[in-house]
């Protein structure tokens, strides 16, 4: 099972540039997530989308915005890039069964902003 | 505010060392307390979930256990492998299902 799969893994962008992070999940979840992590500071919410044609923000959603363009996938896009949206990106998908809740997250895309 | 603190920031035992580490947690009506290990380079993987104190749960050698304030994550005699971050997170009763996340215990275990 491939779980969550993301992509890139690596980029590097100049300030002002654009670029989606693509997010996909093959376990039938229907709550994904988009958090940054950062050192000294943990994992942050960015948006959350609870069922697919639903999106939520979170804790730090300014200069990010969100697709869920179906049950698999939920994309994070930035419009323009800042040096401050350098950081660690992380898509989680979560399994929910009655008070069962269980969280499964990908690798992580290492984003650069220069 | 909903808060979470965990403690120690960093740990090293030796191979065989029992352990344990702390999460202090304030929030409006628990919902959920989580447990997840991350290892360099990879996202978080889930441990445990915690409902209500007084409740535990186990797996190999970590044991994780719930209060009204805080959460242990006991460790048994660790192993290398057992080395990593770990992190803990709560979900309050207001915040929909957003969690709120510690900066983590970074445990390096020595053969």
């Known amino acids: 099972n491939a779980g969550v799969t993301q992509t890139p893994k690596f980029q590097v962008l100049k300030t002002g540039q654009s670029m989606t992070l693509q997010c996909a999940q093959d376990?039938?979840?229907?709550?994904m997530y988009w958090y940054r992590q950062d050192p000294g500071m943990g994992l942050r919410l960015i948006y959350y989308?609870?069922?697919?044609?639903?999106?939520d923000k979170g804790e730090v959603p300014n200069g990010y915005n969100v697709s869920r363009l179906n049950k698999r996938e939920f994309s994070l896009r930035l419009e323009s890039a800042a040096p401050s949206q350098t950081s660690v990106y992380f898509c989680?998908?979560?399994?929910?069964?009655?008070?069962?809740?269980?969280?499964?997250f990908g690798q992580g895309t290492r984003l650069t902003v220069v | 505010e909903d808060q979470v603190t965990q403690s120690p920031e960093a740990l090293r035992l030796q191979e065989g060392e029992s352990s344990s580490l702390n999460c202090s947690y304030t929030?409006?009506?628990?919902?959920?307390l989580f447990w997840y290990r991350q290892d360099p380079g990879k996202g978080p993987e889930f441990l445990f979930t915690?409902?209500?104190?007084?409740e535990e749960k186990e797996k190999e050698r970590l044991k994780a256990t719930l209060t009204k304030k805080e959460s242990f994550l006991h460790i048994t005699a660790p192993k290398p492998e057992d080395s990593a971050t770990y992190l803990c997170?709560?979900?309050?009763?207001?915040?929909?299902?957003?969690?709120?996340w510690g900066l983590g215990t970074s445990l390096a275990v020595n053969p």
């Open positions: 929030v409006s009506g628990l919902r959920g």
């Open positions: 997170a709560v979900q309050g009763a207001g915040n929909n299902r957003k969690l709120i």
């Open positions: 376990m039938n979840h229907n709550s």
């Open positions: 989308s609870a069922s697919e044609g639903t999106t």
């Open positions: 915690l409902y209500s104190a007084g």
């Open positions: 989680a998908s979560e399994y929910l069964l009655g008070t069962a809740q269980e969280a499964f």
